[in-house]
């Protein structure tokens, strides 16, 4: 079975503090993953997804194939990170994004 | 642009009645998405639309109807609103279907008393 899981609902660090949330997927074959991300009264945006390899605004994330992991990472946290974060995975048959529950960020200085 | 939008914002409904959730999208994107959004149980997909003229069900269908009108347009439909379909209901878009990058709408919450 697809699924994705998000195993903390709320992750409270302090300013500065590293950051990292976690991504487990269940998936065969060669994954494809995204990370979400829902500030407050925004709406839900691409924050970052796997095949791009890129860092948008400080975070990474690192496709763990043996591990089946998509964790997400930041050194420093600050205070503006504060959201919800989804964790996605293309579905096999390509039909559409199938969401972790979600994981509440919040940093406080 | 403005991406995708959604109306109503806000609605309060009775068990019982009735109501269209509209979506938008001006970005050109073929293929379309309606998600709910609950507390602790993420986003589930409702239905989708490939592309125009297309409509499937997504992981949550029951009770609800879609329909592509155009290119743009993709609606959600609640023909008899119950308790549990109170949440806050997600259009989305994407240029291509499955894997890319989905756009989403500013949301809508439903209240169903």
């Known amino acids: 079975a697809q699924r994705v899981t998000q195993p903390e609902k709320l992750l409270s660090v302090f300013k500065g503090a590293p950051v990292e949330l976690k991504c487990n997927y269940s998936y065969s074959g060669s994954p494809e993953l995204f990370w979400y991300v829902q500030y407050s009264r925004q709406r839900l945006q691409l924050l970052l997804r796997?095949?791009s390899r890129e860092s948008i605004k400080g975070f990474t994330a690192d496709l763990n194939k043996g591990e089946t992991s998509f964790h997400l990472k930041k050194p420093f946290a600050q205070e503006e990170d504060s959201a919800m974060y989804y964790c996605a995975l293309r579905d096999q048959a390509g039909t559409a994004l199938i969401f972790g529950k979600g994981t509440t960020l919040s940093v406080s200085s | 642009n403005a991406g995708v939008t959604q109306t109503p914002k806000f609605q309060v409904l009775k068990t019982g009645q009735s109501m269209t959730l509209q979506c938008a999208q001006d970005?050109?994107?073929?293929?379309m998405y309606w998600y709910r959004q609950d507390p602790g149980m993420g986003l589930r997909l409702i239905y989708y639309?490939?592309?125009?003229?297309?409509?499937d069900k997504g992981e949550v269908p029951n009770g609800y109807n879609v329909s592509r009108l155009n290119k743009r347009e993709f609606s959600l439909r609640l023909e008899s609103a119950a308790p549990s379909q109170t949440s806050v209901y997600f259009c989305?878009?994407?240029?291509?279907?499955?894997?890319?990058?989905?756009?989403f709408g500013p949301g809508t919450r439903l209240t169903v008393t």
């Open positions: 796997h095949i």
């Open positions: 970005m050109n994107h073929n293929s």
């Open positions: 639309s490939a592309s125009e003229g297309t409509t």
């Open positions: 989305a878009s994407s240029s291509g279907f499955g894997g890319y990058e989905q756009y």
